[in-house]
Every structure is written in structure tokens, then in C-alpha cells.
């Protein structure tokens, strides 16, 4: 497969897994990867006894780094309670990681309870996670609630909040997450002391320090002052239901980043749809807007998106109308601008597939490149779908078909690399087939006559014995 910049990725994994005995299993695995022409080599596999498992998965890369990670988990029950309990050290060229991690789940005074540790030593930091979860499921109501605290020590020092719940209420539902975290960094300082009572000494050839018992130093670790906490928080909120034959789903969500109680980053958003249940025809309306603005370089940018889909559905068929509005901004001033409205017409054709067909205009501009150049583009396009099964075949096909023409001399580069003039095409589908396994291929591809200006590929086989 290969990326828009060019990017070319190829490679595959394979195992093959042996169970003689429901309680034992074995299986080894392989695999290659070549991304960019950098080549890896993966190796290593898993043995399952009871509840009872050994792991070990190497990756070795052909410039000489290396990676290795070797863990033991157990799954147990004890009093109710399920365990996942976890040792791993994960080594390589430029890393030596020993991690320690225990889950619990069940009830506690009748409140479905998760409870969660992790004990994390690399390098010179220790870290360790704790961690809580409750929830209870009633109908008509229910909630749930999350809290994580995490610290470190070392080098540099530090915490992490993470509170996160949600409650739900006959047709409506809350979300909202809290995340702060405050790093410290630490310095290494030494403190001379009287002569033979420390275990460090100085070196005036090198001017740096050494071990040495009996020295003239001690080491001493300072935290300096902690940094501004920085903090994410979001909130999300909806409704759905069904009212004198109007269904009916509402959201909206906000998410904010900060740093010193300055917001660098926010992402607002809200949806809508609404749609007749009635027989015969079935007028449906549904919108999305979106604002997005990152400040973190200045002076910042803006994304302004807006999306409607106004239609009728009767039997088969569907027709309707599409509208979308797409700007950003550098700083204040417009960088770029898109409206595009379409009509459409939507059938389906048999079980499982169906045709849609639309024609309609475009508007772009790049007013910070090209300032003063509106370009016009008529669009038609043509998109059939299958999602059907022939015996033990299972396919699905998405091809789609564009046809743009007008102002397609205009120098708007970033507007024509995602609605380029001319033909152009978006290919997707997957194959999967098999009784006792299954190969499953699928796709992805997008371009135009000229070059291919996005394309995936990945193959996926198993087989069971």
C-alpha cells in the first residue's frame, strides 16, 4: 500500500496456532514488513496452559535495532472476581523496560466494580498507575464512572487525573471527561562534603564526576517547580426517540485543551437527524457542523465545517439533496473555501445492492494564495454498492465515479487536490471467503486518469484445523 506522500508500505504476518486439548494451545508467528525501504523482521509466538500464558515477540530492523518482549499473564478466578495479573520486560538497543500490571473485575456491594494497578520501571523513571471503574446498568437509568491517577518519579517527575463518566436517562445521555497533567523536571546536583564522608568524586581532567567510595560529593536529585498543568476536558451530550411519527437523534459535543488556563486547541461539534416512520413517503433532514481551531503556532488556524442532507424516501428509492461548506483560516484572514451542492438519486436494485447516481456544482477559493480567483466546477458522478454472499463467498464493492468540468485552469491547488478536475475515481470493496477458514482481501484506491493519489491493500488468512 502506499500513502498520499508516497509512502510505500509492504509486508505480512502469519501464525499458525495448534490446540490439542482445550486447555493447551501453542502458536508461533512470523512476519516482514518493508516501509520506505526500511526492512523489519518479526518473530516469536505464545504458549496457553489452563489460565496460564508465556509470551515472546522479537522485531529486528536491518540497520541493527532491536527489540525484544518477553510476559507471563495469568487469568484466574478467585471469589467472583476475575484477575488478569501481568509481568513483562520489554529489552532492546536503546531499551530496558520491567513492568508489573494487575486487573480485578466484579461486584462490590452490588456495583459492577473494576479496580487496576501498574507498576512501570525504565531507564530512570519509576511510574506507577492506579486506577477505578463503576457502573451500574438499570433500565430507564444508568451511569458509570472512571478515575485514573498516574505518577512518576526520576528524571522527571509528574501526575496524571483522568475522570471520565457518563449517565444515561430514558432518551437522553451525558458524557463529560477531566484530564490534567503536571510534569516536574528533576536536576542532578553535587554537594561537596568533608573530605572521605561522600561516595562521589570529581574529575578536573574531564570535569565531570565518578563514583567513588570514600569521596568528596553526594548526589543529590532537586525538583525544580512544576509546570503549568495542562488540561483536557470534553463534553458531550444527546437525545433520541421517536415523537407523533417523527424519529428523531440530537447531539453536540465540545472538547477543549489548555495550558496555563489558556485554551490552545477546541473542537466543537453537533449533529441532527430527523426522519418520518410513516408508510408512503418518508421526508428525512440531517446536519452536521463543525469548529475546529488549533493556536499551539501562531496565528493559529481554523476549520469551519458544515454538512446537510435534505431528502424523501419512498420504497426503493431516495432522492435528495446534498450541501456541504468546508474554510479554513490562518489566523483571521480565509485561506481556503469550498461549497459544493449536489442532487442525488438513490435505488436499490436488489438485495443488498444498490446505485447512486447525483449531479450538481461547486464553489472554491484560496483567498491567501490566490486572492480574488473563484473557481466554478460542475460535478457528476455515479457510486453502485453489492454487499451480497455466493455460497462461502462474502462480497462488498463501493466503486465511485466523478466527472468535474468548468473552471479547472484555476490555480487552486489545495481545493483541486481533494475535487480534482476531470475523471477521477474512488475505488473500495473486500473479498472474504472460506468454511473452515477464511482469506479476506481488501482495498482502497483513489485517483485520477492521470496518477493514483491514494491506494491500501492488505490480505488477511486464516485457517482452522
Known amino acids: ?108 456491594l452490588g456495583i459492577p466494580t473494576q479496580l487496576g494497578a501498574i507498576y512501570r520501571v525504565s531507564g530512570g523513571t519509576t511510574e506507577r498507575t492506579g486506577s477505578v471503574g463503576l457502573n451500574s446498568f438499570k433500565p430507564g ?77 553526594i548526589r543529590q536529585t532537586v525538583y525544580l517547580e512544576v509546570s503549568a498543568p495542562a ?8 437525545t433520541s426517540g421517536t415523537l407523533a411519527g417523527i424519529a428523531s437523534s440530537v447531539s453536540t459535543s465540545g472538547l477543549q485543551k489548555l495550558s496555563g488556563g489558556q485554551i490552545f486547541y477546541s473542537d466543537y461539534s ?10 408512503g413517503v418518508r421526508p428525512f433532514l440531517s446536519g452536521y457542523i463543525s469548529r475546529l481551531s488549533d ?24 432522492l435528495g439533496l446534498d450541501a456541504l461548506y468546508d474554510q479554513s483560516l490562518w489566523g483571521t484572514q480565509e485561506d481556503r473555501e469550498v461549497i459544493r451542492v449536489v442532487g442525488y438519486f438513490r435505488r436499490i436494485l436488489l438485495m443488498g445492492a444498490e446505485l447512486r447516481t447525483w449531479f450538481g456544482r461547486l464553489r472554491a477559493e484560496e483567498q491567501m494564495n490566490h486572492p ?29 465515479v466523478y466527472y468535474r468540468w468548468g473552471d479547472s485552469d484555476a490555480p487552486l491547488d489545495q481545493v483541486f487536490a481533494v475535487y480534482p478536475p476531470g475523471l477521477s475515481y474512488i475505488l473500495s470493496g473486500s473479498v472474504k471467503l472460506g468454511r473452515t477458514g477464511s482469506v479476506t482481501l481488501s482495498g482502497f484506491l483513489r485517483g485520477t486518469t492521470e496518477r493514483v493519489l491514494d491506494q491500501r491493500l492488505s490480505v488477511s488468512v486464516s485457517f482452522v484445523f
Open 372 to 400: 480574488g480567483v473563484v473557481a466554478y466546477l460542475y460535478e457528476a458522478g455515479a457510486g453502485p454498492s453489492l454487499d451480497a454472499r455466493f455460497g462461502e463467498v462474502f462480497l462488498g464493492l463501493e466503486p465511485e
Open 295 to 318: 493556536t499551539q503556532s501562531p496565528p493559529g488556524r481554523t476549520w469551519l465545517t458544515g454538512t446537510s442532507t435534505l431528502g424523501a424516501r419512498y420504497r426503493v428509492n431516495e
Open 141 to 217: 437509568f444508568t451511569w458509570d464512572a472512571y478515575y485514573l491517577l498516574r505518577t512518576w518519579t526520576g528524571d522527571t517527575s509528574g501526575y496524571q487525573h483522568n475522570l471520565v463518566g457518563g449517565l444515561g436517562w430514558g432518551a437522553l445521555w451525558a458524557r463529560a471527561r477531566l484530564n490534567m497533567t503536571a510534569r516536574r523536571l528533576a536536576e542532578e546536583r553535587f554537594v561537596r562534603v568533608p573530605a572521605g564522608q561522600g561516595d562521589w568524586a570529581y574529575d578536573t581532567s574531564t570535569g565531570s564526576f565518578y563514583p567513588y567510595p570514600h569521596g568528596d560529593y
Open 1 to 108: 500500500m502506499a500513502d498520499r506522500a508516497g509512502v510505500e508500505r509492504r509486508g505480512g504476518t502469519g501464525w499458525v496456532e495448534c490446540r490439542p486439548v482445550d486447555w493447551l494451545s501453542l502458536r508461533p508467528d512470523a512476519g516482514y514488513m518493508r516501509i520506505a525501504g526500511q526492512e523489519s523482521f518479526r518473530r516469536g509466538g505464545e504458549i496457553r496452559v489452563a489460565w496460564l500464558r508465556l509470551a515472546y515477540h522479537g522485531v529486528s530492523l536491518e540497520t541493527g535495532s532491536w527489540m525484544e518482549q518477553t510476559e507471563a499473564r495469568a487469568n484466574p478466578m478467585v471469589a467472583g472476581w476475575f484477575l488478569d495479573l501481568a509481568g513483562a520486560r520489554e529489552l532492546g538497543d536503546t531499551l530496558d523496560t520491567w513492568r508489573a500490571e494487575a486487573l480485578a473485575q466484579g461486584s462490590a
Open 231 to 238: 488540561t483536557e476536558r470534553s463534553l458531550e451530550l444527546g
Open 270 to 279: 453537533a449533529n441532527a437527524y430527523f426522519s418520518s416512520t410513516g408508510r
